[in-house]
């Protein structure tokens, strides 16, 4: 298994809804990450979680909450968010210390926040 | 800080032509890693090719190549024999040897193929 699966692959929430993204992969990777994407710009690094354990966090609003329950799954937490967070959310892990082989993305969940 | 550049917004390709992608980046770094990624519609960020810093030799995967010029921090992606299915948005990225590092995207490139 090389791939990284995300779902839902769309999710329309209101503004006081709570939902839950996941984001799973059985490649053995051992860091994991969270990326916003909206139309036409790259990605931004939301989190990055390594062995389990959450080693950055790129100021993200607090309405926005990373789990990682095992080496296989992340999970992103939504709850209270703003139309602005509408974007692709993009999950990837990479392989080995050192990122010589990149990073494996998922097809991303689109999220609309109405 | 580490900055990545695509200074071209869009390009257009003819089907079977050539076509190159610009890419700069600075880095006070030498050890690092350089990746071109793909994103066509779908979303998917698909890795086209990779280069390691230390390695002299441009790398090549079957129609894509890359020209990397360290000394003036240039990383260019050439497709040759462009086909329909290789319109995409494409971002160059680098990234730091070691665990702390992450990846950095330049803008990206939408690239459009002509039949």
């Known amino acids: 298994d090389t791939e990284v699966t995300q779902t839902p692959k769309h999710l329309v929430m209101g503004m006081t809804n709570k939902k839950s993204l996941k984001c799973e992969q059985h490649?053995?990777?051992?860091?994991m990450y969270w990326y916003k994407q909206k139309a036409k710009k790259p990605p931004e690094l939301m989190f990055v979680y390594s062995y389990e354990k959450l080693s950055i966090n790129e100021s993200v609003p607090s309405r926005f909450s990373p789990e990682c329950p095992n080496s296989s799954l992340l999970n992103l937490h939504l709850h209270a968010l703003q139309p602005e967070d509408s974007a692709l959310y993009l999950c990837?892990?990479?392989?080995?210390?050192?990122?010589?082989?990149?990073?494996?993305f998922g097809s991303g969940t689109r999220l609309t926040v109405v | 800080a580490q900055t990545v550049t695509q200074s071209q917004p869009e390009m257009s390709v003819q089907e079977a032509e050539t076509v190159t992608l610009s890419c700069t980046y600075d880095t006070s770094e030498s050890d690092y890693y350089l990746f071109w990624y793909k994103q066509p519609p779908s979303r998917q960020m698909i890795l086209v090719i990779r280069q390691e810093a230390y390695k002299q030799q441009n790398a090549t995967e079957n129609r894509f190549s890359v020209n990397f010029q360290k000394a003036a921090k240039s990383f260019s992606l050439k497709i040759s024999d462009s086909q329909l299915g290789d319109a995409a948005m494409y971002f160059c990225a680098y990234r730091y040897r070691g665990s702390q590092g992450n990846l950095i995207f330049g803008k990206g490139t939408k690239l459009s193929v002509k039949p």
């Open positions: 490649m053995g990777h051992r860091a």
């Open positions: 990837a892990s990479r392989a080995g210390t050192d990122g010589v082989y990149g990073y494996t």
